[in-house]
T-cell receptor, first 114, second 117 residues
């Protein structure tokens, strides 16, 4: 069955450093992968989408990589700020079909300290 | 950007009552909306896909008679939790994809925290 794994341990980093979050998946090859940000008590907000034929995507201080051989995506925030503190979720279309659907990982909580 | 409005943001009800949650796409049309549930410190779990003008499709293990979904227009989907019990207490979040766009990203509502006493 499909599995999406994100590090459940919170990531604590110092302001100004680069945060790197990992998303691993098993048992299939998704056409794309997405990253979302979720603040406490709020719905997720879309950040980036990367397709299977793309190795890397950037948006301002964010960078996402997609390694279909390793079945892994890395999400980087450079020059991190306390305002970047949130839970970051990766999401993929389901193995079972339903191209419009998204299945989410459990998320990794990032805390950026001044 | 696209906005999804979800109401109410918080509801407290007695066991056995029914609760309706509304999800509206404010500036775009959504033929498909999705309902998720999230328990504290856990992942979003997809409950069902709401399809405008037709029946919703439910994920395995989700009772369709318990969680009634209606998608009567291109901008409104409702989720009714019938005969709610304490175990239904959770954070419910709706999402929608802009039918006019070809990309796959979802726009989420701000969520509804349901507490059943």
């Amino acid at each position: 069955s499909q599995k999406i794994e994100q590090n459940s341990e919170a990531l604590n980093i110092q302001e100004g450093k680069t945060a790197t979050l990992t998303c691993n998946y098993t048992n299939y090859s998704p056409a794309y992968l997405q990253w979302y940000r979720q603040d406490p008590g709020r719905g997720p907000v879309f950040l980036l989408l990367i397709r299977e034929n793309e190795k890397e995507k950037r948006k301002e201080r964010l960078k996402v990589t997609f390694d279909t051989t390793l079945k892994q995506s890395l999400f980087h925030i450079t020059a991190s700020q306390p305002a970047d503190s949130a839970t970051y979720l990766c999401a993929l279309p389901p193995l079972s079909g339903g191209y419009n659907k998204l299945i989410f990982g459990a998320g990794t909580r990032l805390a950026v300290h001044p | 950007g696209a906005v999804v409005s979800q109401h109410p943001s918080r509801v407290i009800c007695k066991s056995g009552t029914s609760v309706k949650i509304e999800c509206r796409s404010l500036d775009f049309q959504a033929t498909t909306m999705f309902w998720y549930r999230q328990f504290p410190k856990q992942s979003l779990m997809l409950m069902a896909t709401s399809n405008e003008g037709s029946k919703a499709t439910y994920e395995q293990g989700v009772e369709k008679d318990k969680f009634l979904i209606n998608h009567a227009s291109l901008t409104l989907s409702t989720l009714t939790v019938t005969s709610a019990h304490p175990e239904d207490s959770s954070f419910y979040i709706c999402s929608a994809r802009d039918s006019g766009l070809t990309n796959e990203k979802l726009f989420f509502g701000s969520g509804t925290q349901l507490s059943v006493l």
